[in-house]
C-alpha cells in the first residue's frame, strides 16, 4: 500500500490500515468469483483518503480465475476513484463499493479457458442466442426454417487468426442430433461495438453452408474496448469498463 505519513498516525498504524483493507480487498474479489489464482493487489491513496473510504487507485494481477463458469487465464486491472464502506469494514462487515468503478486493464483467455467454459450456462446460452438472433434476419432457406429454436449443445471452439469456429450438435423434437458449425470473422467496429464477418452456418459437409450478412454485437456504454485480438489459440481484450455495486 502507498500511503502518505502525516504525523496523526503512526507507521504501526498505517500498517494495520493496509492489512485491514487489503484483506477487505481480497475477501470481496474472491466471492465474486469461483476460483482465482496468484491474487495480487496493491493500494495507492492517502491515509486520510482512505479513512474517509476513499482509495484513489488499487492496481489488480490474478491468473486462472473463473467468473461464473467463464475461465481467464491471465487479468491485469486497475480501479480507480473507488468509494467504500471503510467505517463498517473496520467494524468487521464485509467491503462493499458505495458507488460504480471505473476499470480499466487487459484479460487474457486461452483457447483452453474457452473450451472449458462452453460448460457454463451464461457462455453457452448467449452462443446459442446470438444464432437464433442471426437467423430471424434471414428467412430465405430451409436451412435457416430449420436450425431456428433448436436446442444446441456446444462441444468445442477454435481460435484463429481474427476468426473462430464452433461445434456442436442440434437436438430437434425427434431427438435426433446433427452437427453444427458455425464460422465467423471477429473485428472491433468501434469501443462498444463488435462487427462479426463472413458469417457461416453449416450442418452437413456435404451440404453448402448457410452464409449470413455481417453481423454487430453492442457490448453497452458500461465497456469501452481498445484492442480486441484473436490469434491462434489465444483472445486478448483491452479496454475499460465500469463496475456497477
Given at each position: 500500500m502507498v500511503v502518505e505519513a502525516p504525523k496523526?498516525?503512526?507507521p504501526k498504524q498505517s500498517r494495520i490500515i493496509s492489512t485491514i483493507l487489503t484483506r477487505a480487498l481480497e475477501l470481496w474479489l474472491k466471492s465474486q468469483t469461483e476460483q482465482v489464482e496468484a491474487l495480487q493487489l496493491q493500494i495507492f491513496?492517502?491515509?486520510?483518503?482512505?479513512l474517509t473510504g476513499h482509495i484513489p487507485c488499487v492496481s489488480l494481477t490474478a491468473s486462472h480465475a473463473i467468473y461464473q463458469g467463464l475461465h481467464l487465464s491471465q487479468i491485469q486491472l486497475e480501479g480507480t476513484s473507488i468509494r467504500i464502506n471503510f467505517n463498517q469494514i473496520l467494524k468487521g462487515k464485509p467491503l462493499r463499493l458505495l458507488e460504480p468503478v471505473p476499470v480499466g486493464g487487459q484479460l487474457l483467455l486461452l483457447e483452453r479457458d474457452l473450451q472449458a467454459s462452453l460448460r457454463s450456462p451464461l457462455l453457452s446460452t448467449a452462443l446459442t442466442d446470438l444464432v437464433n438472433t442471426w437467423l430471424q434476419y434471414d428467412q430465405s432457406t430451409n436451412l435457416t426454417q430449420q436450425l431456428k429454436n433448436q436446442q444446441i449443445s456446444w462441444q468445442q471452439i477454435k481460435l484463429d487468426t481474427d476468426r473462430l469456429t464452433l461445434t456442436g450438435t442440434l437436438t430437434g423434437t425427434t431427438y435426433q442430433t446433427i452437427p453444427l458449425v458455425v464460422s465467423?470473422?471477429?473485428q472491433l467496429a468501434a469501443q462498444?461495438?463488435?462487427r462479426l464477418t463472413s458469417l457461416k452456418i453449416q450442418t452437413h459437409p456435404e451440404q453448402p453452408p448457410l452464409n449470413l450478412d455481417d453481423f454487430v454485437i453492442d457490448l453497452g456504454s458500461e465497456v469501452k474496448l481498445q484492442e480486441l485480438l484473436l490469434t491462434p489459440g489465444k483472445l486478448l481484450c483491452r479496454g475499460s469498463l465500469r463496475v456497477i455495486p
Open positions: 496523526v498516525l503512526q491513496g492517502g491515509k486520510r483518503q482512505v465467423a470473422g471477429i462498444s461495438l463488435v
